[in-house]
């Protein structure tokens, strides 16, 4: 059919619009401080096949492959079979899912009697049981890392809101109060999407949205391809790697392959390490959405609306078995870190083809802390996510501190800590100088953060990288600086591995020290006035100015 092309950009808004409402919607019902505040969590609008049509702006790296997770559950339950107050739930990293804690829920959108899209939601849940609170560290499979979710069809009258399915899970959590919650934000979004989508199915007829959500998706796809087209033809390759795999030294490495051929672009990642023993490994909806998510932000403007159709272009392969596509029962928790190398590795081979585009490698590392308390009370759960220094730029410095690309969460403020938590408390929280690589321009500051803890058997968990293998500078840009984390107790500075559990005693003092990002270009050529700045601001100490930069050196 021929859409008016003033109701195409009306609806085509509208959708777009109704899924930053759902993300909206999302972060303000939430329970818990990982979805409240730190906003790791997202929404989105999917055609009744299941396409992405829009999506909210939070995290890149639970949308990209939402259709690998949906298929599934239609393929159990097909569409047309659903009836109003029906859901699909996932978590099963092994069937399109990600890992445990991050649950997809998807909600048919009915218009008279026929389902015409669905309400999509993600998010990152406190605590899924598992062998540990929030984290554990020390999973060899699947199945110590918590309640596992197949593809499924449940009803919200008949086995949620007090049904058989809600009771098993709140049944099997430590915090069922906060997760159970996080839950309904879930249904909560995906209600207001479906809400939106309906109106404008009555306002503007039915068939009218369906083309509107059609051409929306082939109206990306012809920028994305246009964008591809502009980049030289060729074969790039680079490889990054994961510091350890938390029991050997061994990095772990990936190898990437990137084919740009006119408006199409393969990525492949053959020779990357084989899946390991511990929670290291990437479910492959991960890999692809790490490489979409590292190309879209190189080649493509922000404008573009990121739905199915900026997918179509791609071909991403990753051996099955390996660190990028692993067997199950492999353990998967970890698993933003070698997406994290899948970005870095895409980057480094696109810089080839348009390195004026890239930036250098940021600290790009998914740094996860889960501390816990168990009380007469109960469980206790805290979980963040912290990030560090971006690369920098062929126009400008890395940005400082800030969650990285594929996350995008939000800090968490110690304010809404210290409301939550009473077995800690935050006694530091800054910037970490001198942690950004020099160049002509700066990589971005990595910062510190340290808890005292207030109660006796609290235990900590985390998983991090970047502590053994600095980020690239590029172009002549020097390196970031690596992370740690440590413990103090007494006198004693009790050093911790990037992954690593522990019992902690009150009076200990927990730090993490994240690192920067890479510089872009010579360091000789940074603006004296920039270096000047960074000093009087105290982003650079004296001392490596004289060591990184000429211009102060020479002095």
Request: include cysteine; charged fraction near 20%.
């Amino acid at each position: 059919m021929s859409l008016d092309p003033v109701d195409y950009a009306v609806i085509s808004q509208g959708l777009i619009a109704g899924a930053r409402e759902m993300g909206a919607k999302l972060i303000r019902s939430a329970y818990s401080t990982i979805v409240r505040e730190a906003q790791d969590a997202s929404a989105a609008l999917l055609d009744r096949d299941g396409n992405v049509i829009a999506q909210a702006e939070l995290i890149p790296m639970q949308l990209g492959p939402m259709k690998m997770t949906f298929v599934p559950c239609a393929e159990t339950h097909p569409v047309d079979t659903l009836v109003p107050g029906d859901f699909y739930i996932t978590n099963d990293p092994f069937n399109g899912g990600q890992h445990l804690p991050d649950v997809f829920i998807f909600t048919p959108i009915f218009f008279e009697g026929e389902v015409i899209g669905f309400g999509a939601s993600v998010a990152h849940h406190l605590d899924l049981g598992g062998g540990a609170p929030g984290l554990n560290a020390d999973a060899s499979d699947i199945y110590q890392e918590g309640l596992r979710i197949p593809p499924s069809c449940y009803n919200l009258d008949r086995d949620w809101n007090g049904g058989t399915f809600e009771r098993l899970v709140a049944t099997n959590i430590r915090v069922p109060a906060l997760t159970i919650g996080d839950f309904n934000a879930q249904f909560a979004a995906n209600a207001i999407g479906g809400m939106r989508v309906t109106e404008l199915a009555a306002k503007f007829g039915k068939e009218d949205v369906l083309a509107a959500m059609a051409e929306l998706m082939d109206y990306s796809e012809r920028r994305t391809r246009a964008a591809i087209a502009e980049v030289p033809d060729g074969l790039y390759e680079a490889e990054d790697a994961v510091d350890d795999n938390g029991l050997t030294d061994a990095p772990l490495v990936v190898k990437t392959q990137v084919r740009i051929k006119g408006d199409q672009i393969e990525i492949s990642f053959d020779g990357t390490t084989d899946q390991v023993a511990r929670n290291l490994n990437n479910p492959f909806s991960s890999t692809i959405s790490a490489a979409l998510s590292c190309v879209k932000s190189v080649l493509t403007s922000s404008d573009i609306p990121f739905n199915e159709g900026v997918k179509r272009p791609f071909t991403i392969a990753a051996p099955y078995g390996s660190l990028l596509n692993p067997k199950p029962p492999a353990p998967v928790r970890a698993r933003m870190l070698p997406s994290y190398r899948v970005f870095n590795s895409v980057m480094k081979a696109l810089s080839q083809a348009v390195p004026e585009k890239v930036i250098a490698c940021g600290f790009d590392t998914t740094t996860v802390f889960a501390i816990s308390h168990l009380s007469d009370e109960g469980y206790r759960v805290y979980v963040e996510v912290f990030g560090g220094g971006y690369g920098a730029s062929v126009h400008q410095d890395g940005s400082d501190a800030l969650d990285s690309p594929l996350s995008n969460c939000s800090n968490t403020p110690v304010e809404a800590l210290d409301m939550e938590y009473d077995y800690f408390r935050v006694v530091e929280y800054g910037l970490r100088p001198d942690s950004g690589g020099a160049g002509e321009y700066r990589g971005g500051l990595g910062y510190n953060r340290a808890y005292e803890i207030t109660r006796d058997n609290v235990t900590f968990a985390t998983y991090s990288d970047r502590f053994t293998i600095a980020p690239d500078g590029i172009f002549g840009g020097q390196d970031g600086m690596t992370g740690r984390c440590q413990v103090l107790r007494g006198g004693e500075v009790i050093p911790l591995h990037s992954k690593a559990s522990m019992d902690l005693q009150k009076g200990d003092v927990l730090s993490i020290h994240v690192g920067g990002g890479g510089g872009y270009g010579d360091p000789a050529k940074r603006a004296r006035t920039a270096i000047e700045q960074d000093i009087d601001d105290g982003l650079i100490s004296p001392e490596a100015a004289h060591r990184d930069y000429p211009a102060i050196a020479a002095e």
